[in-house]
């Protein structure tokens, strides 16, 4: 097992699904995990209503910001272990060809931001999409990297992103 992994995390707008995603990676998987998110298109800025959610949960948000994938497929980047997309729209785009070929999988997550209704209705979507992806987080972070081949992981991986 290695003493590292670096984790993606990508999404449409990064603005809610990833951020949340790589705060809760980054609070519940160091020293052994850095998380990172990014976006297809970003929105460029987080929605408010994640940031909300995050300090709720008494999970910290860093410096989070919407970005684009493109800082990930540079030569300067981070080397990624893995690449999880976390919405429906980033599972059918093409993604870019990441150095390394990190181990990928999708987690699809329904879009809190895409909810309408009350203040009320609005902040339960967050909090659905929260505890669906500190879920699927934890049961990662259980899986025994070590003992497993890639092929392995990838499989668990999918299984995770179906529960």
């Given at each position: 097992m290695k003493e590292h992994y670096n984790i993606l995390f990508l999404c449409t707008g990064n603005s809610a699904r990833s951020i949340m995603a790589e705060?809760?990676?980054n609070w519940k998987g160091r020293p052994t995990f850095t998380a990172y998110s990014a976006g297809s298109?970003?929105?460029g800025r987080v929605r408010p209503e994640a940031l909300k959610q995050l300090e709720?949960?008494?999970v910290p948000a860093g410096d989070a910001r919407s970005k684009s994938w493109d800082e990930f497929?540079?030569?300067?980047?981070?080397?990624?272990?893995?690449v999880i997309t976390v919405c429906d729209n980033a599972a059918?785009?093409?993604?870019?060809?990441?150095?390394?070929?990190p181990i990928s999988a999708h987690w699809g997550v329904p879009d809190p931001a895409a909810v309408q209704g009350t203040?009320?209705?609005i902040a339960k979507a967050f909090r659905d999409a929260f505890f669906m992806l500190e879920r699927r987080i934890s049961l990662f972070l259980s899986?025994?990297?070590a003992s497993l081949d890639s092929l392995a992981i990838k499989r668990e991986?999918?299984?995770i992103g179906q529960q």
């Open positions: 705060a809760i990676m298109y970003p929105l709720s949960a008494q497929a540079q030569p300067s980047a981070p080397k990624l272990d893995f059918k785009e093409v993604c870019p060809v990441w150095p390394g070929q203040e009320k209705v899986l025994p990297l991986m999918e299984k």
